[in-house]
């Protein structure tokens, strides 16, 4: 990502655009890598951070209940798949729509099987280059037209009431 940096540079509304999306990226990925017990301390997770995006992210990605009285802030599985299928999202928009994903797989504590399964879900298609040095590092590409993957439907078969 940070390889068209000095591209992007060029064109001050650019740099903007792309800075601020790495900003968020770096935002999303400290929350899907914060223990559960940290969870409630905003300000310490994002210092320097204007509240309106710290409460923005947390509406957005994590759900509040109240047990023995405490308020509990938490992710669930839906929200965390979610919160993934969004960082996965931006770093295609940054990277010109062609991520190598192992290396992020790896930062993000998420096997490359749901990081590859999210991308073809998105209507990436996935290649591994030939060679010795990029043997194992896959990456998804978005083409357009979009061709997002068939639904497999049964035939035949008992019908429940």
Do not use: W
Request: with cysteine; aromatic share 6%.
């Amino acid at each position: 990502m940070l390889s068209r940096l000095p591209v992007v540079m060029e064109d001050e509304h650019l740099a903007h655009l792309y800075l601020s999306q790495l900003l968020y990226i770096s935002y999303l990925v400290t929350l899907l890598k914060t223990p559960k017990n940290q969870l409630k301390k905003k300000k310490t997770l994002f210092p320097n951070t204007p509240t309106v995006v710290i409460d923005s992210i947390y509406k957005k990605f994590t759900s509040q209940g109240q047990v023995d009285g405490k308020i509990r802030t938490s992710i669930s599985d839906k929200q965390r798949n979610q919160l993934i299928c969004h960082i996965l999202a931006l770093t295609l928009l940054v990277d010109n729509f062609c991520v190598p994903f192992s290396l992020l797989a790896k930062d993000l504590g998420v096997k490359l099987r749901l990081i590859s399964d999210t991308y073809r879900s998105m209507g990436c298609s996935i290649t591994t280059l030939k060679g010795q040095q990029n043997k194992d590092d896959p990456k998804a590409v978005l083409k357009l037209p979009i061709t997002l993957p068939s639904v497999v439907l049964r035939k035949g078969g008992k019908k429940r009431d």
